[in-house]
């Protein structure tokens, strides 16, 4: 265990309360509950996707109690199917409306992975309580995130929606994104909505980046490293798990009692409900494990998905099955009584509708200021070379790239867009009073390269040129992965154009993923990496760019040089040939090394630490480390500072990582100061697992690396 906090959801308080209900409820009532439909947000559904019906043919199953929940968001519009269930409906059980608030709902915040480079944890679990009251506010009471897949392969796209590569960063994420959505209500005393933590389980391993790949591992690198975020988020108390598209190790998840029940419920202790991803009852068929939808449900229902989305497999398979079957009878009574337990937990039996009057009182400005300061916290600076940044305002600005006049791509993938609610690059400039001259020259994509002539010209009068350049929104995300993840090509033509002119070039990168960018490193005099930085983010690229404020991102996932480097990631295991021996570990045609490796960032601030020690040297059985150390800050310029702890188990029976990650601490120094940082370690995060899948930490000796530090100490 990564967390510090073991509270997973308690479905206890309400038993008897939804034993109660369940004695007055059919077995069709009992099966409604376990159908989530998805609904068009603008209609409610006047024609939906996961139910071929219309509008009346809906309302007419809700009245009779057969759908347990809408994937569907809009106040008005969730208000009226809310009326239904619960005012014309037998037992007037709520429903649950579910949507992906990935990263925020109206007010987008940055992607969850650019929100890993942040290493702010407090930070990120304040925005998802903010994008819990933002989706409260249109009618939502359950959000399909945290996404908190640990990806070390960046081809795949939905890289973008996870913490990176990890375990222990993506563990605290995890917890604290589940703690900011499920964050209580003062005014009520329930959380605003339900999390749900996806996708359970081993998703972002998926072959060859390919989006609902199969996923192959040992079992001793699944528990230890993969399924860490996943335990985390049960431990903070997730009330909902999404099972996953994928195979794991030879069997689809969302068939597998070993996966959904004798770990994540009997050996992880979770106790709310899992939800398949979309359709993936009934893809078993797919799968080719089951030999039609009626036995699609019952493996799924059996194995422990308690809610189906959208397939209608169970509404249309389970009350015969229940009548034939103890096995699905039984499940289906647990499926119903986990779903109810958080209704309940969610107050919907009280307060079924989200009456805004209880919110608290934030505004669409509060959003706003929180998103902007996620979007500082985010910037990574790769490269500075002879102080290019911060810039002075007095230079005049050529802004240019296939990004420099747009909105929509700040936004990311997953994120609603409103028109003329998200400022462009440009217009960040243009409102800080910049003198620029503002022309794209390329297009994101193909070879037409008309537009380079023009720009070139229109940059001869300019001191400096940014240049903004990357991928767009809809490269990443779902389905959208990449088996080339360098800049496109045409880009990297236009920048060598812009080379030729001799300015000054400070690059300006959005990007979903880790990318290979060899050429723009070498050819550029600065390296902002911005990520999809949401809506503030234009305002956050200019005061980076300007010095009003020190960039103080890390990166959370590996940068390699090129895609055949893939998969790779920090915490690599010991080898019989070390990888500092060039003869033996190498490519012939590359380097092993990345680009930049996870952690790497640089600042405006002249950082360093000094005088680290640990309290003890030798630590008893249980008792946790305590690492302190000096963070001087010498030069003129505020700056927050993120220190990565790693170890390594320095003799164990079974391979370790020459290094891994077992703490981190944001620190704010102040110009010319230096600040006391004491830093606790808990002795868990030490452990090794075997191929038993046990947890141990052996006697002997441990290295503690804090900046160009080693520390020693033993473990008895």
């Not at 992880?268 to 089951?290: A, I, P």
């Not at 995300?477 to 080339?484: A, F």
């Amino acid at each position: 265990m990564y967390v510090k906090n073991k509270t997973p959801f308690d479905p206890a308080p309400y038993a008897e309360k939804v034993s109660e209900l369940m004695s007055k409820m059919t077995d069709e009532e009992k099966v409604g509950q376990l159908n989530l439909i998805s609904a068009d947000d603008d209609e409610f559904a006047k024609y939906n996707i996961g139910y071929k019906g219309k509008l009346e043919d809906i309302i007419e199953q809700i009245r009779q109690g057969k759908i347990g929940g809408f994937l569907m968001s809009g106040y008005e519009n969730t208000k009226k199917a809310q009326q239904i269930a619960v005012e014309e409906s037998r037992l007037g059980i709520p429903l649950l409306f579910g949507y992906d608030v990935i990263h925020g709902h109206h007010t987008i915040y940055p992607i969850p992975l650019a929100e890993a480079a942040s290493f702010d944890v407090k930070l990120i679990e304040e925005c998802e309580s903010y994008a819990a009251m933002d989706a409260y506010s249109d009618g939502i009471n359950w959000v399909y995130a945290p996404m908190i897949d640990l990806c070390r392969d960046p081809r795949w796209g939905r890289v973008a929606e996870g913490a990176g590569e990890d375990p222990l960063l993506g563990s605290l994420i995890a917890e604290a994104r589940v703690r900011g959505f499920q964050r209580v209500n003062p005014n009520t005393g329930k959380p605003y909505v339900a999390a749900c933590f996806k996708h359970y389980c081993g998703y972002g391993l998926s072959m060859g980046g390919r989006d609902y790949e199969e996923c192959e591992m040992s079992e001793r690198t699944l528990f230890a490293d993969y399924m860490r975020p996943y335990q985390a988020a049960v431990q903070a108390g997730a009330m909902s798990c999404m099972s996953s598209f994928n195979t794991l190790n030879g069997e689809p998840v969302s068939g597998s009692r070993y996966y959904l029940t004798d770990v994540l419920r009997e050996k992880y202790g979770f106790n709310g409900f899992v939800v398949s991803d979309y359709d993936s009852v009934k893809e078993l068929v797919n799968h080719r494990v089951v030999k039609d939808n009626r036995e699609a449900a019952r493996r799924a229902v059996v194995a422990g998905v308690d809610f189906d989305m959208a397939s209608r497999t169970y509404a249309n398979n389970l009350v015969e099955l229940m009548q034939e079957d103890e096995r699905v009878r039984e499940a289906v009574d647990e499926a119903v009584r986990r779903l109810l337990s958080v209704k309940f937990a969610l107050g919907l039996f009280d307060d079924p509708y989200n009456d805004l009057d209880t919110m608290e009182n934030v505004t669409v400005e509060d959003f706003r200021k929180k998103s902007r300061q996620m979007a500082r916290e985010v910037m990574v600076l790769l490269k500075n070379a002879n102080k290019t940044l911060p810039l002075s305002m007095d230079k005049k600005v050529f802004l240019t790239g296939p990004f420099a006049t747009t909105d929509f791509e700040l936004i990311g993938t997953w994120a609603l867009y409103h028109p003329g609610t998200v400022p462009s690059i440009n217009c960040a400039f243009l409102d800080a009073g910049n003198d620029i001259v503002c022309v794209n020259g390329c297009n994101i994509d193909g070879d037409d390269e008309s537009g380079f002539a023009e720009a070139i010209e229109a940059s001869k009068d300019c001191d400096v040129i940014i240049y903004v350049c990357g991928e767009p929104s809809g490269w990443s995300g779902e389905c959208s992965n990449r088996t080339n993840i360098d800049l496109p090509d045409i880009q990297k033509k236009y920048l060598r154009e812009l080379k030729k002119t001799g300015k000054t070039i400070v690059s300006v990168v959005l990007a979903g993923r880790a990318m290979c960018f060899k050429e723009l490193d070498e050819l550029s005099d600065a390296i902002l990496l911005a990520w999809h930085p949401g809506t503030e983010g234009a305002y956050a690229i200019h005061e980076a760019l300007y010095g009003k404020f020190s960039p103080s991102g890390r990166l959370p996932i590996t940068f390699p040089k090129t895609t055949g480097q893939i998969p790779t990631h920090h915490a690599y295991l010991a080898a019989g040939r070390p990888r500092e021996n060039a003869v033996f570990s190498r490519y012939v045609d590359e380097s092993v090394w990345p680009l930049y490796p996870f952690g790497y960032g640089l600042s405006y601030a002249d950082i360093s630490y000094s005088e680290a020690r640990l309290e003890k040297a030798c630590l008893k059985n249980g008792e946790d480390a305590v690492l302190h150390l000096k963070v001087t800050n010498s030069s003129d310029i505020d700056s927050s500072e993120t220190v990565l702890v790693y170890f390594r188990d320095v003799v164990s029976t079974y391979s370790t990582a020459e290094k891994k990650l077992c703490a981190f601490e944001r620190v704010f120094v102040p110009a010319n100061t230096t600040v006391d940082v004491t830093i606790e370690i808990p002795q868990k995060r030490f452990t090794m697992m075997t191929p038993k899948l046990e947890e141990i930490i052996e006697p002997g000796e441990f290295l503690i690396f804090v900046g160009e530090d080693t520390l020693s100490f033993n473990i008895e």
